[in-house]
C-alpha cells in the first residue's frame, strides 16, 4: 500500500513474493511498471480489490495520510485472507518532527489509539518495534505493528 516508485516491491520480488502495489500517483505507476512490476492507482481507503484476495498487506507511512484510519483498516481487513498477516508502520506523535503538524498527515495517532483501533478492526497485534532515530530536527520514533487478521470486519 503506497507503494512509491518501488523498494519494498523490489525487496518481494527478490524473497519470491508475488506482490501488488498501489499508490495515487501517476508517476510511481509509471516506474513500477518500467520494473515490470504490478501497480495500480487506487486510494487505500477505497480498495478495488474482492475480497479475502491478500495474504499479507505491506502498509510502511500510509494510514497517517488516511482522513478515516478506522475505514482504512477495515479496507485491509476486508481485502485480507483470515489469518493473514499485515505490517503498519506510522510516525509517532509529539517527537521533534511534530508529524502531526505535516500538512498531509491527518491521523498521527498515540501508541494506545493505535492499537485499540486495529484490534477494533479485526487485527490482533503479535509484536510491535519502535525505533527511535535521531534526525537533523532532533529525536523522532516510528512504530511498526506485526498484526494478524483474527475476524472479518468488512
Known amino acids: 500500500v503506497g ?8 525487496v ?37 480489490f474482492p475480497d479475502v484476495s491478500f495474504d499479507l498487506i505491506w502498509a510502511r ?14 479496507e485491509f481487513n476486508r481485502v485480507l485472507q483470515r489469518n493473514g498477516y499485515m505490517y503498519l508502520e506510522v510516525p509517532a506523535p509529539e517527537t521533534s518532527c511534530r508529524h502531526e503538524t505535516n500538512s498531509n498527515h491527518y491521523s498521527v495517532l498515540g501508541y494506545g489509539p493505535w492499537t485499540a483501533l486495529l484490534e477494533r478492526c479485526g487485527f490482533k497485534v503479535l509484536e510491535d ?25 468488512c
Open 61 to 74: 507511512h500510509v494510514v497517517e495520510h488516511s482522513i478515516f484510519p478506522y475505514f482504512t483498516l477495515t
Open 12 to 48: 518481494m520480488r527478490q524473497r519470491g513474493y508475488r506482490a501488488t502495489g498501489i499508490t495515487l500517483s501517476d508517476e510511481d505507476v509509471r516506474a513500477c511498471r518500467a520494473k515490470d512490476h504490478h501497480v495500480l492507482k487506487m486510494d487505500q481507503s477505497f480498495l478495488e
Open 129 to 153: 518495534v519502535k525505533s527511535s532515530f535521531t534526525t537533523p530536527m532532533g529525536p523522532d520514533e516510528y512504530w511498526g505493528f506485526i498484526c494478524v487478521k483474527e475476524q472479518d470486519k
Open 3 to 10: 507503494c512509491g516508485q518501488g523498494p519494498a516491491l523490489d
